[in-house]
C-alpha cells in the first residue's frame, strides 16, 4: 500500500512526528485537529468557536489531498466534557449533509493544549 503524507498552510503544522494527513490508494486519514488557526495559534474560547476551527482545519486538509468534507465517511470527536456534546453538535451539523459521517465520540481526561475538542476525520478520496 503506497501512502502519501499531505502537508498544507491552509491548516496548523505538525507539532510533533506526525503529518497533518495521509493520503491511501482509497482513503484519506488526517491526524487529530485541534482548535488552532494556520499560525498555530490557539482559537476560540468556547466549545463552539473550537469546534468550527478544528473541522475548518479538517477541510482545508482535506481539501490539499483532492478530497472535501462531503466524502467524509467517519469522525471521531475527543470532547474534554461530555457536557459540551450538543453545543458541539450543533456546530458539527453545520459542517456535514445528509447522509452524514459515521461517528465516534468520547470525553477525555485531557487533550493536547488544554483544547476542548479534537476531531479527526477519514475520508474517501
Do not use: H
Request: net charge negative.
Amino acid at each position: 500500500m503506497s501512502k502519501e503524507p499531505i502537508n498544507t498552510s491552509s491548516a496548523p503544522a505538525a507539532i510533533g512526528p506526525y503529518s497533518q494527513a495521509i493520503k491511501t490508494e482509497q482513503f484519506i486519514y488526517t491526524s487529530g485537529q485541534i482548535p488552532m488557526d494556520q499560525e498555530g495559534k490557539l482559537f476560540g474560547s468556547d466549545i463552539a468557536e473550537q469546534t468550527a476551527q478544528c473541522l475548518t482545519n479538517a477541510r482545508n486538509i482535506l481539501e490539499a489531498a483532492g478530497s472535501s468534507l462531503e466524502k467524509v465517511i467517519k469522525t471521531t470527536v475527543f470532547l474534554k466534557d461530555m457536557n459540551e456534546f450538543a453545543a458541539m453538535n450543533e456546530v458539527y451539523a453545520g459542517f456535514f449533509k445528509e447522509p452524514f459521517p459515521a461517528r465516534s465520540c468520547v470525553e477525555v481526561a485531557r487533550l493536547p493544549k488544554d483544547v476542548m475538542v479534537e476531531i479527526e476525520v477519514i475520508a474517501s478520496r
